[in-house]
């Protein structure tokens, strides 16, 4: 009792580092330091996993001095993607939960003060570069990072809706485990624009061909409504069908964007940034950083319309 770890994952690009999570409870003046080189959002997680645990009728250890460290001290930590590690290493760490069961999977998930689990971004590509780096430990998130999580091959991944449900799932009497993970049943892709709908424009089809053949790029010059725009965002129906791996890695970084949409799996995207992009929109940055349209089009087609070389 006092100390507890507990593994997790951070986010850096696509790669997704082990992280642990040390939790210690000593006596002295109550608080909650959190430490490890922890982002705005990450630091705000000391009052969602308090009332997270309060609420699911779980005692806080009000009169302890809690200290949280984030391993390895020297790589940033962002979201609230450690919340639930952090809120289950204080119960470990307080005798509500057994540490040897937490030994044996790694947790992601943001929680509500009500202690719901909410989604967090990247899930996908988290399962994915566990399955690359050969790492079968099981995973456990909430119920709709699990699902877009689950459509990695390979990989153990265990839905959940609430910290209760993650606490009684992990005692030793426990006869019911967390429930495995359901991919989400992704849509056939839809047809995108035909290239067969062009009328005319023989030369230029011709070279779209030749282009999507040999993975080349295209610069298309001439007046406007010639039908640049119109050729170009027909080149991704030129492209093969995407292999079970192109697909894991676009959809891969599609969740590290944003929410993941099944309906897109086994498409080729089109990212069309506007003419007046910045930089940063275009190759990707900010803080956290997010990948910008060069990356969205990860095997897809990156459509530059109406660009001043």
């Known amino acids: ?182 991919a989400i049943a992704p849509a056939a892709a839809p047809a995108g624009p035909d290239l067969a709908d062009v009328q005319g424009q023989a030369s230029a089809k011709r070279a779209l061909e030749i282009a999507a053949a040999g993975g080349h790029g295209v610069l298309l010059v001439g007046p406007p409504g010639s039908g640049k725009s119109m050729l170009a965002q027909r080149f991704a129906g030129l492209l093969p069908p995407l292999t079970a791996l192109e697909a894991l890695e676009a959809a891969a970084m599609a969740s590290l964007a944003g929410p993941f949409d099944a309906g897109t799996w086994g498409q080729r995207q089109i990212a069309a940034p506007h003419h007046t992009a910045s930089a940063v929109a275009l190759v990707g940055g900010g803080s956290p950083p997010r990948p910008g349209a060069i990356s969205r089009a990860h095997h897809g087609v990156l459509f530059l319309d109406e660009w001043i070389f």
């Open 1 to 182: 009792m006092g100390l507890a770890s507990v593994r997790s994952r951070a986010l850096v690009g696509m790669h997704a580092q082990p992280i642990e999570v040390e939790v210690h409870l000593a006596n002295g003046l109550p608080c909650l330091t959190l430490v490890g080189l922890a982002d705005t959002e990450v630091k705000e997680a000391r009052e969602r996993v308090r009332s997270a645990i309060l609420n699911a009728g779980l005692e806080f250890p009000h009169s302890k001095r809690i200290t949280v460290n984030l391993a390895p001290a020297d790589l940033p930590k962002d979201s609230g993607r450690f919340d639930l590690p952090i809120a289950l290493g204080i119960l470990a760490a307080s005798g509500q939960i057994d540490p040897a069961q937490l030994a044996r999977y790694e947790f992601a998930g943001e929680l509500s003060l009500s202690g719901a689990l909410r989604p967090v971004r990247g899930a996908l590509a988290t399962a994915l570069a566990m399955q690359l780096h050969r790492e079968g430990t099981p995973l456990v998130l909430p119920q709709d990072s699990a699902r877009e999580a689950a459509l990695v091959p390979g990989t153990t991944v265990y839905g959940a809706a609430h910290l209760l449900e993650v606490v009684r799932a992990l005692q030793p009497q426990a006869t019911e485990g967390l429930p495995l993970a359901e």
